[in-house]
């Protein structure tokens, strides 16, 4: 079953778009297995003050991101990248063990972004340095 809270990111989910001139932009998932997560990222001076997505799976996968969005939105990218599955998942009251997998997929849509503004910013961003998104389900 669905925390109240999964469900309502699901039908309600926040900061859905894109942002057409994007920081960062991280895309993850696997259309094999259907979620796929697509983040858009706005930063200045280290803070995102924007942020977006678009995601194509499960109303879990969807929830997941909601929340992921909500979670970094006016932080700072040192606090963005500590946001784990785990703070995710929790953040959504939990969810089913066979769902887990969508929060590692917000997770690495989160870091896959910033690693793209590093990347577009010439930034360094400590621990994106070995950073390589994985299909999570390979975790299950």
């Given at each position: 079953m669905y925390s109240e809270k999964v469900m309502e990111h699901f039908r309600n989910p926040r900061n859905v778009g894109e942002i057409e001139d994007a920081d960062g932009v991280g895309v993850v998932g696997n259309p094999r297995c259907g979620d796929?997560?697509?983040m858009y990222l706005k930063i200045e001076?280290?803070?995102i003050v924007d942020v977006k997505f678009k995601t194509f799976g499960c109303g879990s996968a969807i929830a997941?991101?909601?929340m992921a969005t909500e979670l970094i939105k006016g932080k700072t990218i040192?606090?963005?990248m500590k946001i784990t599955n785990k703070a995710v998942a929790e953040a959504l009251d939990g969810l089913p063990p066979v769902k887990m997998h969508c929060s590692v997929l917000a997770e690495q849509a989160i870091k896959s972004a910033l690693q793209d503004y590093s990347k577009k910013h010439n930034v360094h961003i400590?621990?994106?340095e070995d950073f390589e998104p994985t299909d999570p389900h390979d975790h299950e």
């Open positions: 796929i997560m697509k001076d280290g803070i997941s991101s909601s040192e606090e963005a400590e621990g994106l």
